[in-house]
């Protein structure tokens, strides 16, 4: 229990202001511990300690005389203030049993499968590009539009193989092709222009009736760009028409009755062998059988007489 010192004697025969907090007066000797309630034991919390006001000196009275009395041992110094002991914290309460979830299913083997396979289709969706050509195939690629008289398209991959600073030997290849095609291309395209003078030209002997003609430009053609499937069709109209003359000339033989004419015309129309006109030949074929016949029976009686 802590004692309350008074800063003034409580001496009221006394009272004069202490210099210090003692237990007793030194001027009159009087206790200066007055006795407190007896209370009940409480913790109070710790209380910040304050320094002690300093005293300020008064005036000292004239010095009255003081009875000797021997000076009380001072009491011993009151023990520090036990801190408080830390509230214990409350026991933590076990979860209820309906927090816990419930355990999870195993993962069957068909969901598996189906990711596997949703993953394999968004993986054929999304595949990364494929990977750039190698100079080879570029130079493959680059030969077959030479070929192909693609001649700007074969430059130009030319030109991305130098800026890409590829092998010597694949540039050089490369560029033997396009000499080598672009020479091959300038002589079909003078083919072409060639051909489509001819057809022009052909049509128009035909038109005008003039076959051998059209055959004589036609063999000019040939000789010089060589055959193919273009020039054998159009030398099959020419022959036609060729032997359609024949033909109609062996019409008018036939008509004058001229055995020998008609004889020579089918021979020459025949010598086309075009199986268009096979019919037409062989009508005028059994014609010149019965002239023949005709000319035979009127030549009897004069070898009878």
């Not at 072409?192 to 055959?215: I, R, T, Y």
């Not at 000319?295 to 070898?303: E, G, I, K, R």
């Amino acid at each position: 229990m802590l004692e309350t010192v008074n800063d003034v004697c409580i001496s009221a025969a006394c009272g004069r202001t202490l210099p210090l907090r003692v237990a007793h007066c030194p001027f009159c000797g009087a206790r200066q511990v007055a006795q407190a309630p007896v209370l009940e034991k409480t913790v109070a919390p710790p209380q910040p300690r304050m320094p002690p006001p300093v005293p300020v000196a008064q005036p000292t009275p004239a010095p009255q005389p003081v009875p000797t009395v021997s000076a009380p041992q001072p009491a011993p110094p009151p023990p520090p203030p036990s801190p408080a002991a830390p509230a214990k914290a409350p026991p933590a309460k076990p979860a209820a049993r309906g927090s816990v979830p419930p355990p999870r299913p195993p993962v069957r083997l068909r969901t598996w499968i189906a990711a596997a396979v949703v993953l394999t289709g968004i993986w054929f969706f999304n595949k990364p590009a494929d990977k750039p050509a190698s100079v080879a195939e570029q130079v493959e690629a680059a030969t077959a539009l030479a070929a192909q008289c693609d001649l700007d398209g074969a430059r130009s991959a030319l030109a991305v193989l130098k800026s890409a600073k590829a092998p010597a030997a694949q540039m050089k290849r490369l560029q033997a092709s396009i000499t080598k095609s672009a020479a091959a291309c300038d002589k079909q395209q003078q083919r072409a222009q060639a051909w489509l003078a001819l057809q022009g030209s052909v049509n128009q002997a035909l038109d005008a009736g003039k076959p051998e003609l059209a055959a004589t430009r036609l063999a000019i053609y040939v000789k010089r760009w060589g055959d193919d499937p273009d020039t054998l069709e159009l030398d099959a109209r020419v022959k036609v028409a060729q032997a359609s003359v024949q033909l109609d000339a062996a019409d008018a033989c036939l008509a004058k009755g001229d055995r020998v004419c008609l004889e020579n015309s089918l021979i020459a129309a025949e010598r086309y062998k075009r199986p268009e006109l096979a019919a037409r030949t062989q009508t005028l074929r059994t014609a010149l059988s019965q002239l023949l016949e005709r000319s035979l029976l009127d030549a009897a009686p004069v070898q009878g007489q």
